[in-house]
């Protein structure tokens, strides 16, 4: 059965990006630049992000000038942004620009994965929007050992306590890795 993950980094004090919108500061936490294997979901078959997460990965990584470096981080996976705008795509990407309700969006998303996962990779807002629409099933957030000060929230939106259920709290290298149920969207939580 097909499961939305919201699965992210953040700093200790809540934040996925920095003021400048950067993830820098995650793979500097990470030690030698890439998460270990334990911090990245490996059963999606789509992932999904907002244009701000598209649009950093693209410049970071300088996706446009290397389209195969967007094989070594999303494989042939689809990858659906929702945007309002055009924006480039690496030549051999497999992008689809989404916009509208998350709701209305879901068939395209359950269809392209098939039984496979869909990871919500970022950003909180994207999450929360998923969230609200009743559309998300677990949270998990690998909190990193730096503070931020201030950027992008992890989830701009408030969520009670009722709503989760912790299935796990481990640790992984230097990450705090905590695993939440939405728990509106388990079944046997009635």
């Known amino acids: 059965m097909t499961r939305i993950v919201f699965d992210t980094a953040t700093s200790l004090d809540g934040f996925i990006a920095d003021a400048d919108n950067s993830l820098e500061w ?4 990470a030690g030698d630049g890439t998460p270990d294997e334990p911090l990245t979901p490996t059963s999606a078959g789509v992932l999904v992000e907002g244009s701000t997460t598209y649009e ?3 410049a970071s990584a300088d ?17 659906f942004v929702f945007t309002s ?6 030549t051999g990407a497999d992008v689809r ?3 509208g309700a998350v709701a209305d969006i879901m068939p395209r998303l359950r ?3 098939g039984d496979r996962d869909i990871w919500v990779v970022g950003g909180g807002d994207l999450a929360g929007q998923f969230f609200d629409a009743g559309e998300l099933d677990e949270i998990a957030v690998s909190i990193a050992p730096v ?10 939106r408030r969520i009670d306590a009722s709503a989760l259920s912790l299935v796990s709290a481990t640790a992984v290298g230097p990450f705090a890795r905590l695993v939440y149920r939405v728990r509106s969207a388990d079944p046997e939580a009635g």
């Open 26 to 29: 995650l793979f500097a936490a």
């Open 56 to 58: 950093w990965v693209l």
């Open 63 to 79: 996706l446009l000038t290397h389209p195969a470096r967007w094989q070594e981080y999303y494989g042939d996976k689809p990858t």
């Open 85 to 90: 705008r055009v924006l480039p795509v690496p």
């Open 97 to 99: 620009f989404v916009s």
């Open 111 to 113: 269809a392209a994965a």
């Open 147 to 156: 503070t931020l000060g201030a950027g992008a929230p992890l989830l701009p």
